[in-house]
């Protein structure tokens, strides 16, 4: 394993810091981070996990303001819209500069050429790259781009306009997810000439914060601070992702000062760190859902009340006190009470397996009867211990007759089977991207019931669809919330999965970091971050 000259070895980084913060030694701030990245092209994943080993390195046309929901200029420094919704004219920075990886240096700064590029690659299936690793752009089509984009043009050199087949309010805080990096063309062209397309997804280029430097799968990716970028500058000189999957692991490498900074502790362990006086604990309420997702194409889930007996089945109570230990809230609705919009009249279905019983035989269904339930093998911030979680799930299945055989894969396949619809039963969860009601309620569109897309239940009821696009032509958003509610309703009746609970995200770092603000979408971002 290598590191930055400034970190031989992870053993190290505790008096590696103390140097650091004498002045006697470059800056490292580690990070141990819970997976390893698919790759590091944004608009090829899924996963936060990716999401946040690339984010060092891209920049996109709109920001989220660090630590905030608030969208902000990022590679654009202006926009105007059209008075009818459907144009957005964008004016990039003058001087943006990409980064030089091993075998490539750019000759210019950023340019429209790039912004086209980087939409035409996931949009037109001509595009020379469209095929690279896969081709697989799920973002972009659950976003409603693959479908809904007329134009993407330049206009001069510094001016991009984008034109939509209708109005769609979200467009700027889609803008600002990591599906829409911006990327170098000119590194695309260079690799092309030289027969390396499949190096573009691996070496990133881009105009961020830091530039790349090397990855060793499952181990370590390696990141320098780039001096020339135009926004919010890195304060450290170097950034490490420490691959450490195991929640114990990670904690173990805190204590020892082996990592400055780690997400999804295990919530067991969060009394003991916050006593730690050399550990700092931040929270916040989590702009998620975690759910079990009933695969509507699989008989006998095709039928509602085969869906509601499921969900009647769970004891949510049970999963709220053992799993999370109170670092959660249980949920009814996919989106989050801290979103407007959230229809707080529905009600939750009662445990009662009694009644689940009465449901499946009204379905015609006979039990015992076989079920696969999937669980995903890692820990995210909606899901602290889904194995747990399942075993539990399978135990409250066998009181109504119904056998659960437990299921699971590598992340990344697990992901992939998932969205191709293998599963009869699954679970996952979602992180909000955006701040926007429309975030989760995607999730149900027809759009992304598609193999491959984000709809895990692949269940499209033309109702919820319709209220779906007619909420994104709105820019009133009384009238927004009044069709999200009507969807909700919609939702709970049809109970296309079984909403478990929204967490409480923690984050745990050491005390000599400064400047970290947690991000209400669970990302993780390190310019501003410094080491006292």
């Known amino acids: 394993m290598s590191y930055p000259r400034s970190t031989p070895s992870l053993p190290r980084l505790a008096a590696l810091a103390l140097l650091a913060a004498a002045g006697v030694q470059a800056k490292t701030l580690v990070y141990c981070s819970e997976g390893s990245p698919e790759n590091f092209t944004p608009a090829l994943n899924t996963t936060g996990t990716s999401f946040d080993a690339a984010r060092p390195v891209y920049d996109r046309l709109t920001h989220f303001t660090r630590g905030s929901t608030q969208v902000e200029p990022g590679l654009a420094e202006s926009w105007t819209i059209s008075p009818d919704g459907k144009t957005y004219t964008f004016k990039l920075r003058a001087g943006v500069k990409f980064h030089s990886v091993t075998g490539f240096t750019p000759t210019r ?11 035409e690659r996931q949009w037109k299936p001509e595009h020379p790259y469209a095929k690279v690793s896969g081709g697989k752009y799920d973002y972009f089509a659950d976003m409603g781009f693959k479908d809904g984009l007329v134009a993407v043009e330049k206009v001069d050199p510094l001016t991009v306009r984008i034109t939509l087949k209708a109005p769609n309010v979200t467009m700027l805080p889609n803008l600002a997810m990591d599906f829409a990096a911006i990327h170098s063309a000119e590194y695309a062209e260079a690799l092309a000439k030289a027969n390396k397309k499949e190096q573009f997804d691996q070496v990133p280029v881009g105009t961020g914060p830091f530039s790349f430097i090397t990855y060793q799968k499952d181990a370590v990716i390696r990141y320098k601070a780039n001096k020339a970028y135009w926004g919010e500058k890195a304060l450290v000189d170097d950034l490490v992702y420490a691959i450490t999957p195991d929640a114990t692991a990670r904690y173990s490498k805190l204590k020892a000062g082996e990592c400055h900074l780690s997400g999804y502790p295990r919530p067991a362990d969060l009394p003991e760190m916050q006593k730690d006086p050399a550990l700092k604990v931040t929270n916040l309420p989590g702009l998620n859902i975690a759910y079990w997702s009933f695969n509507t194409q699989k008989p006998p889930f095709d039928k509602k009340e085969v869906r509601q007996a499921f969900t009647m089945a769970i004891d949510k109570a049970a999963i709220l006190k053992e799993v999370y230990l109170g670092a959660g809230t249980p949920a009814k609705n996919l989106m989050p009470p801290t979103l407007w919009g959230y229809n707080d009249k529905v009600q939750d279905w009662p445990h009662d397996p009694a009644k689940a019983k009465e449901l499946l035989a009204k379905a015609g269904v006979k039990t015992p009867m076989d079920v696969d339930l999937w669980y995903m093998p890692v820990q995210r911030p909606y899901n602290p211990n889904a194995k747990r979680m399942a075993e539990m799930m399978q135990a409250d299945l066998a009181k109504i007759g119904v056998n659960a055989k437990l299921v699971t894969y590598e992340w990344g396949e697990y992901r992939k ?3 191709q619809g293998e599963h009869m039963t699954g679970m996952l969860g979602w992180n909000g991207d955006n701040g926007d009601p429309d975030n989760f309620f995607f999730l149900h569109g027809c759009d992304a019931a598609r193999p491959g897309g984000q709809n895990l239940s692949k269940w499209c009821n033309k109702p919820f669809d319709e209220r779906l696009e007619k909420a994104r032509t ?3 958003n009384k009238a927004r919330a009044k069709l999200y509610e ?3 309703a919609i939702e709970h009746e049809e109970a ?5 609970a929204h967490s409480v995200v923690y984050e745990v770092m050491r005390k000599e970091v400064t400047g970290y603000k947690q991000s209400p ?5 390190f310019k501003g971050v410094d080491l006292k």
């Open 109 to 119: 700064d950023l340019n429209a050429d790039d912004v086209v590029w980087s939409f």
């Open 417 to 419: 089977r998932l969205q």
């Open 474 to 476: 709105l820019t009133d």
């Open 486 to 488: 009507e969807m909700q």
């Open 496 to 500: 296309p999965d079984f909403k478990i």
């Open 521 to 525: 979408f669970n990302t993780h971002e």
